[in-house]
């Protein structure tokens, strides 16, 4: 059979599905394709660990993996349960030597205001406009979608998750990160 260049073509018994690429339509719009270099940002934001930095951009994170992930509102529940398995499993990330940010369209206050209450320890960048959030498929306004991206060392987007469920998705991407360094 012969390789399909946009689709890749699957056939299970007498029926044949068609497979969508490495690109992904989003709901919040066209998520950026893996293997490619991932869309750069520069943003504000809030860690209580780096109080001096204001701003946050994709080559600060050169060298490190990163995941990079986008939700809806901070104190909203998924939210909280989201930021919650992150922070859990930070210290397997770190080890690792790989970074997590969040991003949403929150204030700096307001992201201030949830790492304290939250005891979170990674960095939220704020995304009022939604320009990041669209440049990976991830905007639906006046809100961020809960989409994760993984982005190697060299900024090359590895893996990408839409439509995320909270519970249980850093575990998902911490699974994700150790596959992929072992290949």
């Given at each position: 059979m012969k390789r399909r260049s946009l689709l890749q073509t699957a056939v299970l018994g007498a029926g044949i599905f068609l497979l969508a690429p490495t690109r992904v339509r989003a709901l919040g719009g066209q998520a950026p394709q893996t293997g490619i270099k991932a869309p750069d940002?520069?943003?504000p934001g809030f860690s209580p660990v780096q109080p001096d930095q204001k701003h946050w951009s994709l080559t600060d994170f050169q060298?490190?993996?990163?995941?990079?992930?986008?939700?809806?509102?901070?104190?909203?529940?998924?939210?909280t349960i989201e930021a919650h398995g992150f922070q859990d499993a930070l210290p397997a990330f770190k080890?690792?030597?790989?970074?997590?940010?969040?991003?949403?369209?929150?204030?700096?206050?307001?992201?201030?205001?949830?790492?304290?209450?939250e005891e979170l320890k990674f960095p939220l960048l704020s995304d009022p406009d939604g320009v990041v959030s669209k440049a990976y498929g991830s905007w639906m306004a006046p809100y961020s979608m809960r989409h994760t991206f993984l982005i190697d060392p060299e900024s090359v987007l590895q893996a990408v998750w839409t439509g995320v469920r909270p519970?249980?998705?850093?575990?998902?991407?911490?699974?994700r990160l150790n596959q992929l360094e072992t290949s």
């Amino acid at each position: 059979m012969k390789r399909r260049s946009l689709l890749q073509t699957a056939v299970l018994g007498a029926g044949i599905f068609l497979l969508a690429p490495t690109r992904v339509r989003a709901l919040g719009g066209q998520a950026p394709q893996t293997g490619i270099k991932a869309p750069d940002f520069d943003l504000p934001g809030f860690s209580p660990v780096q109080p001096d930095q204001k701003h946050w951009s994709l080559t600060d994170f050169q060298g490190r993996w990163l995941v990079l992930y986008f939700y809806p509102r901070d104190f909203t529940s998924g939210c909280t349960i989201e930021a919650h398995g992150f922070q859990d499993a930070l210290p397997a990330f770190k080890k690792k030597g790989a970074e997590v940010v969040a991003i949403s369209a929150d204030s700096l206050s307001d992201h201030e205001s949830f790492c304290s209450s939250e005891e979170l320890k990674f960095p939220l960048l704020s995304d009022p406009d939604g320009v990041v959030s669209k440049a990976y498929g991830s905007w639906m306004a006046p809100y961020s979608m809960r989409h994760t991206f993984l982005i190697d060392p060299e900024s090359v987007l590895q893996a990408v998750w839409t439509g995320v469920r909270p519970v249980g998705h850093a575990n998902e991407v911490f699974t994700r990160l150790n596959q992929l360094e072992t290949s």
